[in-house]
């Protein structure tokens, strides 16, 4: 079997032996179906210029493993002629000519925005065919994108004893007493008396003032849990136990603590709206 001559049939010859199709190899150079078969034909008159169809083909063979040296060489005389570039005109004061009465003179400053607009443009289309050419080009498939796992934020860490310390007052409060059989046989007059609502103490060491809802946690010395709940805004409460003390208070901004009837400062101990310290 005989070697392709030319540059597209090269081309082709290479994409057909890595069994790619032509939908494939126009979606990795970001061009259209067309312009890849005007390619394999060598019928460059119908891509937009020179200077693109010597970047088209360097990317083809880059993206085939071909060197494009050789293919580029013989590329030169198969390319259109391309009309020359006309040259920009330059900028010059314009005499004005007197011809029996005056006529009004051309400044050049007319004419310079059209002279600028010009110069833009060019730039402009020498900048768009200078980019596309540096576009590298890569035979790999599109990978799926990779999953990150987003950092704990130490706010929620901090903030969440709070929440599950509420959680944990909640479900010791909801307990529900439910007699056996033999002692409601032994019961001879049933009688319904209200649930005793529990007083909070008016007297203690620690004195708790809630400006706003908080939640506060206390240990004494025994490890004995003296407080562990929720405080409504506006509520107080005492407590007592045998110092030093380990306390944990959630919306320490809002809170007052005073021990033996003085207030002690919680800023020092405070970071993200929770107090943790021993007191003594």
Same mark, same amino acid.
């Given at each position: 079997?005989?070697?392709?001559?030319?540059?597209?049939?090269?081309?082709?010859?290479?994409?057909?032996?890595?069994?790619?199709?032509?939908?494939?190899?126009?979606?990795?150079?970001?061009?259209?179906?067309?312009?890849?078969?005007?390619?394999?034909?060598?019928?460059?008159?119908?891509?937009?210029?020179?200077?693109?169809?010597?970047?088209?083909?360097?990317?083809?063979?880059?993206?085939?493993?071909?060197?494009?040296?050789?293919?580029?060489?013989?590329?030169?005389?198969?390319?259109?002629?391309?009309?020359?570039?006309?040259?920009?005109?330059?900028?010059?004061?314009?005499?004005?000519?007197?011809?029996?009465?005056?006529?009004?003179?051309?400044?050049?400053?007319?004419?310079?925005?059209?002279?600028?607009?010009?110069?833009?443009?060019?730039?402009?289309?020498?900048?768009?065919?200078?980019?596309?050419?540096?576009?590298?080009?890569?035979?790999?498939?599109?990978?799926?994108?990779?999953?990150?796992?987003?950092?704990?934020?130490?706010?929620?860490?901090?903030?969440?004893?709070?929440?599950?310390? #509420?959680?944990?007052? +909640?479900?010791?409060? #909801?307990?529900?007493?439910?007699?056996?059989? +033999?002692?409601? #046989? +032994?019961?001879?007059?049933?009688?319904?008396?209200?649930?005793?609502?529990?007083?909070?103490?008016?007297?203690?060491?620690?004195?708790?003032?809630?400006?706003?809802?908080?939640?506060?946690?206390?240990?004494?010395?025994?490890?004995?849990?003296?407080?562990?709940?929720?405080?409504?805004?506006?509520?107080?409460?005492?407590?007592?136990?045998?110092?030093?003390?380990?306390?944990?208070?959630?919306?320490?901004?809002?809170?007052?603590?005073?021990?033996?009837?003085?207030?002690?400062?919680?800023?020092?101990?405070?970071?993200?709206?929770?107090?943790?310290?021993?007191?003594?």
């Amino acid at each position: 079997m005989s070697q392709p001559h030319g540059v597209g049939s090269r081309l082709k010859a290479r994409r057909e032996q890595m069994g790619l199709a032509i939908e494939q190899v126009a979606a990795q150079l970001k061009l259209a179906k067309k312009q890849i078969e005007a390619i394999e034909s060598d019928h460059y008159s119908s891509l937009p210029g020179n200077t693109f169809a010597r970047g088209f083909v360097r990317n083809y063979a880059k993206l085939l493993g071909m060197d494009a040296a050789p293919l580029l060489a013989d590329l030169e005389g198969l390319l259109p002629t391309e009309r020359a570039q006309v040259a920009l005109p330059s900028v010059r004061e314009e005499v004005g000519v007197s011809l029996g009465s005056t006529l009004p003179r051309v400044s050049s400053s007319s004419r310079l925005p059209a002279v600028v607009a010009g110069v833009i443009g060019f730039g402009l289309v020498f900048g768009g065919v200078w980019w596309y050419l540096q576009q590298p080009v890569s035979p790999q498939l599109d990978t799926p994108p990779v999953e990150v796992v987003a950092p704990v934020d130490p706010v929620a860490e901090a903030a969440s004893p709070v929440s599950s310390a #509420a959680s944990a007052t +909640a479900s010791q409060v #909801a307990v529900v007493v439910v007699p056996t059989p +033999a002692a409601a #046989a +032994a019961t001879v007059t049933p009688t319904v008396t209200p649930a005793a609502t529990p007083t909070p103490a008016t007297s203690g060491e620690l004195r708790l003032v809630a400006r706003g809802e908080t939640w506060v946690q206390i240990f004494d010395a025994d490890g004995r849990r003296v407080i562990s709940e929720v405080i409504p805004a506006g509520g107080e409460r005492f407590v007592s136990g045998r110092a030093p003390y380990r306390l944990k208070i959630g919306n320490a901004p809002q809170t007052r603590l005073y021990l033996r009837g003085k207030e002690v400062d919680l800023a020092p101990y405070t970071q993200v709206n929770v107090a943790a310290f021993e007191l003594k």
